[in-house]
Each structure stands twice: as C-alpha cells, then as structure tokens.
C-alpha cells in the first residue's frame, strides 16, 4: 500500500470534500478562520467544525484586483477571489486576526462586498480576534481576555448556553491526540531513510484542517500505519527544510522535491510549526488553551521572538540532518520577507547552505524557480 492517491490525502486538493458535505447536510455548522492564532479547540467544544481557510488550486484574481491593490499577499487575493466567486459561501462563521496587515483587511471586505453580494442569503457572522505582537505577560493576559471575549460570543452567536468543561476537555483530548499522530507522522519524514516526502505531509496537514477532528484522528492512525509498512524512500537526495510563507499548494513542494530533493523538515503554518506542544488538561481548561496558542513556537508575526526560532530551526537541522534550507515568502509578505533575510545571514555565517526565494502564491513561474532550485542543489556539497 502506498499514499499514491489515497483518499484523505486527496482531500487536500480541493476546497470542499465530501466529509464536509455530509457535515452540513446534518445542518451542522462549518467555521472559517485564516490564522493559527485562532484556537481550534474552542470551536470543536462548541460542537462545529474549524475549517482552515485556504485557496489551493485557485489561480485566478481578477475580482481580487477590484478591491485590492496588487502589492498585498498573493495567497490573501486569491482568498478574496475565491470568496467573490462563491468559493467559501459553505461557511457559517468567519474569523479574522490582525496576523498580518493584509489578512486583517479581509474582515473588512468580507463584510463591504463579500457577504453583500447576491447569492449571500443571510450575512454569517463575522468575528474579529485582536493577537498582541510581542510574548511576554501583559500580552499573554491580553490575548487570554480576547479568547474569553470569542468564548462568549461563540455562546451568545451560536450555541445560547455555555460552553462548560466537559466539551472543553473533550476538545483537547481530541486535539492532543491529532497533533501527536501528527507529530509521529512528521518524524518518519527526518529518518536517516524518509518515510514519506514533504508533498505528502503537506497534503497530509491541509487535509486535517478540513474535515472533522475525529475522522481526521482515525484517517491519520490508518495512514500512519500506511507509513510505517511502507519502502523507504531513496536517501540519495538532498535533504532540504522548507521555512517561510504559508504554503497550501503541493504544485510547489513538489517543484522542490521533483529537482533531485526531499523535504525533511519545515518551518510553517500549514506544517511542524502548528503541531509542536499539546494543551494541560490540568487546571484552568480555558487559560490552558490559550497557552498553548500563544507560548507555542511562534512565526515573525511575533516581534522579539526571533531568537527563539532561530534556536528551533538550527536543532532541526541537526535532528533531520537538513542539507539545505529553502527560505521562500509569498511576494508582498514582509513578514516572512524580513525574517527570511536575517535568517539568511545567519545561516550563511554557520556555513548552512540557504536559497532565498520570492514566489507567486500560485505556481506560475515555474522554469525560473527550477533553475534556482537546482543550481542551490548543485552548490550543497
Ligand atoms: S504565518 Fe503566523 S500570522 Fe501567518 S497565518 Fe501562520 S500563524 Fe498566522
Ligand atoms: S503569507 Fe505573509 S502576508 Fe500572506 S497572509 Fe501569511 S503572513 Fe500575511
């Protein structure tokens, strides 16, 4: 058996999938949300289903262009896109953080022309969660008001009674056990003989934010064991860490992989950085949760942080035995932008083989990144 086409990894490269049809064909409600920062959990108490906002697949941003400028993150207008074209009208709820300038301002144009349009029978509500930008204790207590403020709204929007403990815990029970399957899964990829390749993790962690937890957790458990039966993959490639922008497409991992690579490791959203630590189930549930989001390892939207990931990611090297490290931003991103040339540097002064790059968020040039990507292979030794 191998992952060739199997169907939860399949789940990945569209926007809906069947798991979700069946979810709101039981009139159950599916919640949008573009951040990590957004704690899951809280939804999944609250009897629903998180949906991770993505555009994979989607390549057009002519309607984009009406109402944003082009300098802004490619992967936000092609959400903006997607929204203007229906894509995401299965949602029941959208929430929106100032993660970055360019998504917050998407809870703007959800509400001015998305929800406005025609086929939008009734507005769904929207909610806003404002993160602090640095890690320390007045930031933490902060963001743990905002949780208790979208805890109270989630009640007063949607469920009309509390959200109490039980469901709390059963929700991190639920998601402890997501994140460490998905942790054993992302281990087979930094053996000495990977597992499986990057392409596949990705799809692997884009499908996970699509469906409901529990299929999720038993899809995960059957792949894993898929995994662990299957050949080792060739060691004779380069072995790269992928860090930067979000990535929700494979047509871009697998440029990577296809030049002569595999990506043992990476640094994103939609990767090891949102599996990392699990939530206590000892104490203040609700506190728990929140700490886990905000402490966890965090991503340059977090200023003074730096060190911290910098730290993380050389003990990856080490742990994966990276060859190579790709950093790549979305263009317009200035936050991945600024923390790729540090750690360029860095990593040039330890003598650590890095590429820079600058991508669409959609493939389009594909002859210009190959060319890159297989003169950086050239140049590991
Ligand atoms: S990179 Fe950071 S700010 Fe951007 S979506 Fe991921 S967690 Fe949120
Ligand atoms: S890729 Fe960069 S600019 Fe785009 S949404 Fe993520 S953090 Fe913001």
Redesign the pocket.
Known sequence: MSLTNDKFLNISNSIKNSYLDEWKNNKKKVLGY????IPEELFYAAGFLPYRIRATGHELDELADIYMVRFTCGFVRLTLDLALRGGYDFLDGLFI?N??DH?RRMYELYDLVVFKRKEIKQKPPQFYVALPHVINEDGFEWYLDEIKLLKEQIEQEYTLKEIDNSQLKEAIKIYNENRSLLREIYNLRTLDNPKLTGSEFLQISMANTSVPKEIANNELRRILEIIKNSKDLSNNRKRIMLVG??VDNINFTKLVEDSGAIIVSDFL?FGE??ILDDVDLNGDLLENIAKRTYYRMS???MMDDHKKRYDFLLKEIERAKVDGVILQRINNCD??GCENMLLEHELKDLGIPSLNIDREAFLTDTTRLQTRIEAFYEMIK
């Open positions: 573009y951040c990590t920062y953080t993660c970055c998504a922008s979000v959203c950085r949102n991503c340059p939207r936050l991945h």
